[in-house]
């Protein structure tokens, strides 16, 4: 069953279009992406599904609910970590914890919450204190304060170390466990593509692809590539035979093989046949930054 449904989303900022008949449904329970490059329109569509902002067209619903009409009904089931979101720089952690649940009938307990996300030990911590990854934690910990059904996460990991990162990666993956259905926007395709159940691919304010992680790379390449370096003089022939290549480049030392099927046995058969051993090899397959490029013509800068 669908907990958010948008409908020929809308909205202009004077002349300009940035969300233009977006349309798409997120099921109960998945952890779905809004995949783009900056400016794309993502943000403002999060913005739509939680009322911060007024669609100029189009139909919302969350929850069964009208984000505009029902503002209040909806503040109790969803929780929003903001793309951008600062608190006062001495207020302490348990003290932020401590007003928000108070916004809420049904509160989570947070210091439960607090020791899920490893902030136990900042209790009395003051906001400027916090590094990135505690900010971050933190900023999670008030989203999900709530015991919303629905969390809505905003460029999540931008600004985070490649650890730190992975952290959040984690703790996104123990929401969803605790039952909570994650709509998540991102530019980072490694992100999008570890946790994502589907995607929405929004290019300039357009829907332009909605699919699985996997449904999406299928629709860009099903080819794979393999890239070695021959430990002896190799005829091409012998591989642009093989039923599973489907071709063979030569790229200064190395050989770049490209086929479908099981490519990779049936190539590395060949080559033990002919006492040839693939030196440095590596298996490419197409990823989700060529899928997009594959549907929009340009790459999402990180």
């Not at 669908?2 to 329970?29: C, H, M, P, W």
């Not at 916004?103 to 030990?121: I, K, M, Q, S, V």
């Not at 039952?179 to 946790?195: C, I, P």
């Not at 890239?227 to 093989?242: E, G, I, N, Y």
């Amino acid at each position: 069953m669908a907990i958010i449904e948008v409908t020929n989303l809308v909205k202009r900022y004077g002349d300009f279009t940035a969300v233009n008949g977006v349309s798409f449904a997120v099921e109960q329970g998945e952890i779905f992406g809004i995949l783009g490059p900056n400016g794309a329109g993502k943000t403002t569509t999060v913005e739509c599904i939680e009322g911060l902002r007024i669609p100029d067209g189009g139909a919302i619903k969350v929850c069964g609910l009208d984000p505009q009409r029902d503002t209040g009904e909806l503040r109790q089931l969803l929780g929003v970590q903001l793309q951008k979101s600062e608190l006062p720089d001495k207020l302490k952690v348990g003290e932020a914890m401590e007003l928000y649940s108070s916004f809420y009938r049904h509160p989570a307990d947070w210091r439960e919450l607090l020791e899920t996300l490893n902030l136990t030990g900042k209790l009395d911590a003051q906001f400027r204190r916090l590094s990135g990854g505690q900010k971050q934690r933190l900023s999670i910990a008030l989203a999900l304060v709530g015991n919303p059904r629905v969390a809505v996460l905003d460029e999540l990991t931008t600004g985070l170390d490649p650890q730190a990162r992975r952290d959040a990666w984690d703790l996104i993956e123990r929401i969803r466990d605790r039952g909570v259905t994650v709509l998540m926007v991102t530019h980072f395709m490694e992100e999008a593509e570890r946790l994502c159940d589907r995607l929405a691919l929004i290019d300039s304010g357009r829907l332009v692809a909605l699919d699985t992680p996997a449904g999406l790379v299928s629709k860009a390449d099903d080819q794979q590539r393999l890239r070695f370096r021959p430990s002896a003089p190799l005829d091409h022939t012998v591989l642009t035979t093989l039923p599973e290549v489907t071709s063979v480049e030569r790229a200064g030392s190395q050989l770049v093989v490209t086929g479908t099927g099981n490519l990779l046995l049936a190539v590395t058969t060949v080559l033990a046949r002919n006492q040839v051993v693939a030196g440095d090899l590596r298996v490419e397959q197409t990823t989700l930054d060529d899928a997009f490029v594959a549907l929009t013509g340009r790459r999402i800068e990180s």
